[in-house]
């Protein structure tokens, strides 16, 4: 037992070097909210798995889960708001647009408004009360669906102390931008409780013509938790706890864009258009978890209800083209229902008169189940068995009631309201059933990893004569780790992955097989993980939505990819230094090189992926992505500076004219003093040079740009 524990341990993977160790020995048996769970735990995952834990949070006290991300090699993102209000994740080049396309949960209950029948999330949770992050990657992902390809991201609340404790946060910055948080709780020998709070707020860094709004957010969170349960050194220990969750947002953000003129001019701009422009939503869980552990065995059942309400009130056409017709005529291309180049301009920077149709994206989201894992340790002579089943019952619906306004732009920039039409409505919901089945098995200097997930669904559109999607499908996987000698161990893994088609029974669900190798090494003064990936598609799957079509196409509809192959190459390095008189040096690198490419020629109808040649790369996805990661410790203060850079990528696969996305690089710096042992005083700075490069093409093909530098100044206070 204790060779296969240091065998374990010597093969975990890092981060960051700020990641610790879980303790072995917690007075409470179960961290449920954690998919990981313990180091011995986690360390056993078939596939590469990564942790960010509340110490490495804490260091930059970053709120946009894309600039955290950034430190994980084979996660990627695609910029917005520069908030990360509503992140594009894709993990070993899964597609980025709203992160639909890997399973996302919060403890353990996955958290998109609707995973199976609309899993474009448009809700995230706020980062700013986050507790810590796992990524799970290759054959780990088996144990974590709907989406099976690429990986799954599971965030960790803030858990419930030990003690009676507590914790405030107070910042403000740049762009009147203020955020205060704060938690406090309590344990007894059979009870426990938390609640928390957070309010986070900004005018925003962009100006519109002829408007003095906003363009910024104001968003609130609270959170509580309640614990009962027996002793805790009772033979059969049981644990219930209960989670409610509330969270509400309005914030001025569009998906309009600007064309390649404007943007030279004032990257941080807005046109006049689009002041009307708003996010308006609303989210509510509540999460109901039974422990009962005996002897090696663990069982935890949790049930679940979320709701989640929003209206996306924003541009959606003018004098009847799309804004992305509108855009690509004022920067010299095509032109429909503008007479020349100049007429586009006009309207787009409020000189001339135009219709402007803005469309109240308006959805409600209910999204309920309940899941079990069953837990046992089994011993057979040398060998030991970690085995895990896992079950679920999920239902989910989009309700879709969207009409569209009709404004009319005065040739001096003014917006007057004119009319409502009626609403474009569908009712679309899934039922599900999953389960799987994982056995880490340890022997000698081994530990295989086999495991199957069962996915059963229905996603019917009400309306449709056609079911939208019916699949009932088995996934396998096997994952191996070796331990090549106390400071090193190799692993493979290779498993089937799977993606939902929420359509009209077109197209074909995604299928993928993929497979990964890698090496990790933990020595004295180093550790750090190299992995190389394949993933062969046999059908790539495109959802049409506002944030990320290629063209004017019905939302919520799909089109096949056809066959692509995405292989890459990860690295990860954290190493510190001791250089004398108290000084540490702290050094970490992660880089991600991805190579993503169609296999097949087609053209979509629907305008999801545009024109496809074969050989064309996937959009929005960089090549090459690098993170460096370097500081200096003394004591009481630390300094730390993070160096993000991303090579040139395109924001369609056709890459045309003002499609391409040039290389950049972004350099954030944070510092911090320890006032007493309970206070900290600290001060960020993000987009440390002021970079104005285009870091995306999407929403609509407009050129956007980074978050200006962006100061933020702030107390922590513990008690």
Not at 2 to 25: C, F, G, N, R, T
Not at 312 to 320: A, L, M, R, S, T
Not at 477 to 493: D, H, K, R, V, W
Request: contains cysteine; aromatic residues 8%.
């Amino acid at each position: 037992m204790k060779k296969h524990l240091l065998y374990l341990a010597i093969s975990a993977p890092v981060v960051m070097s700020a990641v610790v160790q879980a303790e072995e020995d917690k007075d409470y048996r179960l961290e449920s909210v954690s998919i990981l769970g313990g180091e011995a735990e986690r360390i056993q995952v078939a596939g590469s798995t990564h942790l960010i834990d509340a110490a490495a949070l804490e260091k930059f006290e970053y709120t946009d889960i894309q600039r955290i991300l950034a430190a994980v090699p084979g996660v990627s993102f695609r910029n917005e708001d520069g908030y990360g209000l509503r992140p594009n994740i894709s993990i070993r080049g899964t597609r980025d647009d709203r992160s639909g396309k890997i399973t996302l949960m919060e403890d353990g209950v996955l958290i998109a408004p609707a995973p199976y029948s609309a899993s474009s999330a448009y809700y995230f949770p706020t980062m700013g009360r986050i507790n810590g992050v796992e990524v799970m990657k290759g054959a780990s992902a088996i144990k974590n669906g709907p989406y099976t390809i690429g990986g799954a991201l599971n965030l960790l609340s803030t858990p419930i102390p030990e003690t009676q404790s507590g914790k405030v946060n107070l910042e403000y910055g740049s762009d009147n931008t203020s955020r205060a948080h704060g938690w406090v709780g309590d344990s007894k020998q059979n009870y426990g409780w938390l609640v928390e709070a957070q309010k986070h707020q900004s005018d925003g860094f962009a100006t519109i013509d002829n408007a003095k709004d906003d363009t910024g957010f104001d968003k609130q969170d609270v959170l509580a938790k309640f614990r009962v349960n027996t002793d805790r050194g009772a033979n059969v220990y049981q644990q219930l706890d209960v989670k409610l969750q509330y969270s509400d947002e309005l914030s001025d953000q569009t998906y309009v864009g600007l064309t390649e003129a404007d943007f030279k001019n004032d990257a941080h701009n807005r046109y006049g258009l689009t002041q009307q422009d708003e996010m308006d939503n609303e989210h509510k869980e509540i999460t109901l978890s039974h422990l009962i552990e005996f002897g090696n065995t663990q069982v935890t059942t949790t049930g679940y209800y979320i709701e989640f309400e929003r209206d996306w009130f924003k541009v959606d056409k003018i004098n009847g083209d799309g804004i992305d017709k509108v855009i690509e005529c004022a920067n010299g291309g095509a032109c429909n229902s503008f007479a020349t180049q100049a007429d586009a301009i006009a309207v787009l920077n409020g000189t001339a008169a135009s219709e402007i149709k803005i469309k109240h994206n308006n959805r409600a989201y209910e999204s309920k189940g309940i899941q079990t894992k069953l837990s046992h340790i089994a011993t057979t002579g040398t060998v030991e068995h970690q085995i895990e089943l896992g079950m679920r019952y999920h239902e989910d619906s989009e309700d879709r009631s969207q009409p569209t306004e009709t404004w009319q732009q005065n040739a001096d920039g003014s917006l007057v309201y004119q009319s409502t039409g009626a609403p474009d409505t569908r009712y679309t919901s899934a039922k599900a059933w999953s389960a799987y089945i994982a056995d880490d098995i340890a022997f000698g200097q081994w530990v295989v990893s086999p495991g199957v997930r069962v996915e059963d669904y229905k996603i019917e559109r009400e309306g449709s004569a056609d079911k939208v999607a019916d699949e009932q499908v088995t996934l396998l996987g096997l994952g191996a780790t070796y331990q090549l000698n106390e400071q090193t161990a190799l692993f493979a893994g290779l498993h089937e992955g799977h993606s939902p088609a929420p359509n009209d029974g077109s197209s074909d669900p995604e299928e993928a097989l993929n497979f990964e190798t890698g090496v990790r090494f933990n020595g004295q003064d180093y550790q750090g993980e190299a992995t190389v990936f394949v993933s062969d598609y046999k059908n790539l799957l495109g959802t049409c939505t506002a944030s990320g079509a290629a063209g004017d196409c019905d939302i919520g509809d799909t089109e096949n990819g056809g066959e692509v192959t995405i292989k890459g190459l990860e690295l990860m390095l954290n190493t510190q230094r001791n250089l004398g008189k108290g000084y540490t040096f702290p050094l970490g690198l992660t880089y991600t090189y991805t190579d993503a490419k169609f296999e097949t020629t087609f053209s979509d109808g629907g305008d999801v992926w545009g024109n496809v040649e074969k050989g064309d790369k996937l959009p929005s996805l960089s090549d090459h992505q690098l993170q460096l990661r370097a500081g200096l410790e003394k004591e009481k203060w630390g300094l730390d500076l993070n160096v993000n850079y991303f090579s040139d990528t395109c924001a369609t696969a056709a890459c045309n004219v003002n499609e391409e996305i040039d290389a950049y690089t972004v350099i954030d710096l944070s510092s911090r003093y320890q006032l007493t042992n309970a206070t900290k005083l600290y001060a960020n700075v993000d987009n440390l040079l002021d970079s104005e490069d285009v870091v995306a093409r999407a929403p609509k093909n407009g050129a956007r740009a980074q978050k200006p530098l962006s100061l933020m100044l702030g107390v922590s206070h513990q008690f």
